[in-house]
């Protein structure tokens, strides 16, 4: 077994430990504490890296990226083509969720699992949720409840639509419905079991939630609402969701000067701030989708693609704006780690993943191990996807 020693590290786990020297083997963090050499650590072939003091991180947890890519809203030409390996890994992101979106048509639950299968196969830590925007829920055994069971890769059923002109324009029992199908799934596996919500820009805003909520004996956290940052209405329906017991999902989106919205930073700040429960917001990339914006007569009017880069971009920001490392860090981390029942991610500790995301002093992402690999050294892509073009 090959180990490698790192040393001098400034960990974040995410709360902040200090200087600590750790060892990796087998994919999994072994040991961590102040010196290596002093504590009579002695390895046969271990690699060691000096980090001089430079932040490590437990590698960004996303949970909403179009893995087999999105889009598709302004014809077939628009169907963003599948995000590869590195994207992911220079982004510092190490685990990710893949979801279908708007187009469950063209797109399948099978590509999806596929698109997963083929991401785990070159190292990265993939899941995904069986579904995507509308009703009937696309899935691959016919049930949202077998395709949890019986599919290792889905671990919770969206993104479901509400409230957004592209949604089936579900019922509360349609809702509740599916909802259910998600927990009991979750019951019986272990996952997660949640219940994903893409979230438009309708003036319904959250209110089937709350609805869900007050009828309903599912728990809170089965509801699991995202993009709740792109209208400024709707985050406020978020915070009181959040202090009901759900967890809320900001997506890092650019967000134009004067647009009634807020940045995935401000939106962070501004749920801390709140005094809402800390533990229960996340922050995902929406990485491979299109960031379509629509006329009045719902046409496309201009069209973005998210990028998984939208997550260390978001975290640099809060850090330029002078935010201390261990308040913003769980969002991008461990919060996301217990909703997703990800038991072994999301945290540096012994026996979980070694999966870490390094910084370097200006914020940026310089180096990456993923199950105890360098995929990232000094911002280069080390191990790249099968059919991305090697530099
Ligand atoms: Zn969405």
Wanted: some cysteine; hydrophobic content about 40%; glycine content about 12%.
């Amino acid at each position: 077994m090959t180990t490698c020693l790192i040393r001098n590290a400034n960990v974040f786990a995410p709360e902040a430990l200090g200087r600590r020297d750790l060892v990796v083997g087998g994919g999994k963090l072994l040991w961590i504490g102040e010196d290596a050499s002093k504590a009579g650590i002695g390895l046969p072939e271990t690699d060691v890296i000096e980090l001089q003091g430079r932040r490590l991180l437990p590698g960004f947890i996303d949970g909403h990226a179009h893995l087999t890519g999105g889009g598709g809203e302004a014809g077939a030409h628009t169907r963003v083509p599948p995000v590869p390996l590195s994207r992911f890994t220079l982004a510092g992101v190490t685990s990710v969720v893949g979801v279908l979106g708007t187009d469950d048509t063209t797109r399948s639950p099978r590509d999806l699992v596929a698109t997963v299968n083929g991401l785990r196969n070159e190292g990265l830590n993939a899941w995904a949720h069986t579904g995507g925007y509308h009703l009937p829920v696309a899935t691959l055994t016919g049930s949202v409840r077998d395709d949890i069971a019986f599919i290792d890769a889905f671990i919770g059923v969206g993104e479901l639509a509400i409230c957004d002109h592209r949604s089936s324009q579900p019922t509360l029992d349609e809702l509740l419905r599916v909802a259910s199908d998600a927990h009991v799934g979750g019951l019986l596996t272990g996952k997660a079991g949640i219940l994903h919500l893409h979230l438009g820009d309708g003036p319904r805003g959250l209110s089937l939630v709350r609805e869900a909520l007050a009828i309903s004996e599912l728990p809170a956290r089965v509801f699991n609402p995202t993009h709740i940052n792109r209208r400024k209405g709707l985050f406020e329906e978020a915070l009181a969701l959040a202090h009901q017991g759900c967890w809320v999902d900001i997506t890092a989106f650019p967000v134009d000067e004067g647009e009634d919205a807020w940045t995935a930073d401000e939106a962070l700040l501004r749920y801390l701030d709140s005094g809402a429960p800390a533990g229960r917001v996340t922050i995902s990339s929406d990485g491979g989708g299109c960031l379509p914006h629509f006329d009045a007569e719902g046409r496309v009017a201009r069209m973005d693609v998210g990028s998984p880069s939208s997550l260390a971009e978001t975290l640099r920001a809060l850090l330029l704006r002078g935010q201390p490392m261990e308040r913003v860090l769980p969002a991008f981390t461990s919060n996301a780690a217990d909703l997703l029942r990800l038991r072994d991610k999301g945290r540096v500790a012994v026996g979980a993943a070694a999966d870490y995301t390094i910084l370097d002093e200006e914020h940026r992402v310089s180096d990456v191990m993923l199950g105890g690999r360098w995929h990232v050294r000094a911002g280069e892509a080390k191990i790249r996807g099968m059919f991305e073009e090697s530099r």
